[in-house]
């Protein structure tokens, strides 16, 4: 490979989140509060959705170059900024048709659903969204006054998720819902929606004039084979009911530098969400910021992401394979988009008789950092982020054989 995927990159003292061990361990941030890290464990993150990898060169250098001029001052969006998402936008998922005044900047993907939310519905409303459930949707939503009518996704024989079109129409008639949050690919549960699936969703959204917010943030990192399908691609009307948001965050581990962007071919609903998100004032672009994407959006970064996404789908392979192998009784299915495992350890939990909390604190307690699966509304499930070194990933789960699900 070009790039380097297999250094332990040393994150300690860098401001990472990930590894703020002193602060997310006894604070509950992971589903329990453990009081520390047995001795002679180091902690192996596996939680919050960033990756331990370094990104591409190109990025450092272009913040690099524009840091060295000494004047940070006010600033207009370039055109290079456009035509570096334009240009993405087609290579990596096929879209023709896009121009600059249908994209849109937003400090982060949450913070443009909330816009998009306020611009469709008012306080109270309801709003159509799948669970398991993107724990950020809950808070976002929830916390902005809208009740979260939850459609569960429903696993067929052979354990792949699906939506469940009967119970959505359900919903959607009887609860009189006039927005749906969809998330593609889906956080946590890994699916990359086919275009027929998608086509059957949104043809339900027509049928009952509900417009759609599309998160598709993940979009770049599907395994090698699956390709992203655009919400907006699938019909003339997807493309005009639809607000679409992506960022460079997930795909580059840049979530620290606070990016995203939508895209809204409606010019009546691109004002509208436009609007909402100016009110605050605060909804404007970092100049860094701004050149770290154009920098991502290069020819070099589409090369770094082909061997990332070999990279995690190597380590997906190996995890879920371990755990068919070695954890009676834990049910994964191996996700075809993002880099994060979702353990249903119901079966496991009953066995052993082991509440889910007792089963995430022994993880933590050998620096296995897991994320509770109750936060994204999966009963007895854990959330696992497979986006570090190989090694790493191999310590993990001989960790987890020898010290937890077979101690």
């Known amino acids: 490979m070009t790039y380097d995927f297999t250094t332990l990159m040393d994150r300690q003292g860098k401001d990472a989140l990930a590894l703020d061990v002193d602060k997310i361990v006894p604070s509950g941030a992971l589903g329990v509060a453990v009081e520390k890290i047995r001795d002679g464990f180091s902690p192996i993150p596996m939680w919050v959705a960033d990756m331990n990898f370094a990104t591409v060169p190109t990025i450092p250098e272009a913040i690099i170059r524009r840091a060295e ?4 001052g006010y600033f207009l969006t370039s055109d290079a900024y456009y035509d570096a998402i334009i240009r993405w936008q087609e290579r990596r998922n096929g879209v023709t048709g896009l121009t600059r005044e249908c994209i849109g900047y937003e400090n982060g993907v949450l913070g443009g659903v909330a816009s998009a939310a306020a611009a469709l519905c008012s306080r109270g409303d309801k ?16 916390d902005n006054g809208y009740e979260l009518v939850l ?26 819902i006039h ?15 086919e275009r027929w699936e998608l086509e059957k969703a949104m043809a339900l959204f027509k049928k009952y004039d509900v417009y759609v917010i599309s998160d598709e943030i993940w979009s770049d990192l599907t395994r090698p084979g699956q ?62 910021s701004m ?56 079966r496991w939990c009953a066995a052993h008789g082991t509440t889910i909390a007792e089963l995430l604190a ?8 897991w994320q509770d699966g109750r936060k994204f509304h999966g009963d007895c499930h854990i959330r696992m982020n497979l986006a570090l070194p190989h090694s790493l990933v191999v310590e993990a789960f001989e960790r987890l054989d020898r010290y937890v699900f077979n101690a």
């Open 69 to 72: 001029h000494p004047a940070y």
């Open 127 to 142: 709003i159509l969204v799948h669970s398991p459930t993107y724990i950020g949707f809950t808070h976002a939503l929830g």
């Open 151 to 176: 459609s569960p996704l429903v696993q067929d024989a052979d354990g792949i998720w699906r939506m469940d079109y009967d119970d959505m129409e359900a919903k959607l008639r009887d609860g009189h």
């Open 179 to 193: 927005t749906a949050l969809l998330c593609s690919p889906h956080n946590p549960c890994g699916r990359v929606w």
């Open 227 to 288: 390709q992203h399908i655009p919400t907006q691609s699938v019909s003339d009307d997807a493309r005009h009911r639809t607000v679409a948001f992506y960022a460079p965050s997930k795909t580059f581990n840049l979530a620290g530098l606070i990016g995203s962007y939508h895209l809204i071919y409606n010019p009546w609903l691109a004002d509208r969400v436009r609007r909402e998100g100016a009110n605050s004032c605060y909804n404007n672009m970092n100049v860094l």
């Open 291 to 346: 050149h770290a994407l154009i920098a991502a959006y290069s020819d070099d970064g589409a090369r770094w992401v082909d061997e990332l996404r070999q990279v995690l789908a190597a380590n997906i392979d190996d995890a879920c394979d371990f755990i068919d192998a070695h954890f009676d009784g834990v049910r994964v299915t191996k996700p075809e988009g993002t880099y994060m495992l979702f353990l249903d350890c119901s």
């Open 362 to 369: 022994r993880g933590i307690e050998v620096g296995v950092l």
